[in-house]
């Protein structure tokens, strides 16, 4: 199983960007899907997550700002990210708790990580 994400770069303070992350490989069923984000000196943190049945979940710090969606025929989560402010830049890691052909188990899975840069 592999995560592809994508779409990070560099904006300025109130921009936009659109966060994609696409699993690939043995899948059965995908139940969580989310994004978590880490700043230089700081823990990994939850940005956004959505389980199967569209229940979402946010950081208070990016709520009513983000938007986390999921595509399930695609095994694909996106993150919007409007009005972006600089303590938003950080390296942003996708997450998908996976189960795989020939498991009963749901185990979670990382993307590569992409780097958001927000310039003030």
């Known amino acids: 199983v592999q995560l592809q994400a994508s779409g990070g770069g560099l904006v300025q303070a109130g921009g936009s960007l659109r966060l994609s992350c696409i699993a690939s490989g043995s899948i059965i069923n995908i139940n969580a899907m989310g994004w978590y984000r880490q700043a230089p000196g700081k823990q990994r943190e939850l940005v956004a997550r959505?389980?199967?049945?569209?229940?979402?979940d946010y950081a208070d710090s990016v709520k009513g700002r983000f938007t986390i969606s999921r595509e399930n025929a695609k095994f694909a989560v996106y993150l919007q990210m409007n009005s972006l402010k600089p303590e938003d830049t950080a390296v942003y890691y996708c997450?998908?708790?996976?189960?795989?052909?020939?498991?009963?188990?749901?185990?979670?899975?990382w993307g590569q990580g992409t780097q958001v840069t927000v310039s003030s």
């Open positions: 997450n998908a708790v996976i189960q795989q052909y020939g498991s009963t188990l749901f185990s979670p899975y």
């Open positions: 959505i389980i199967s049945g569209g229940i979402t």
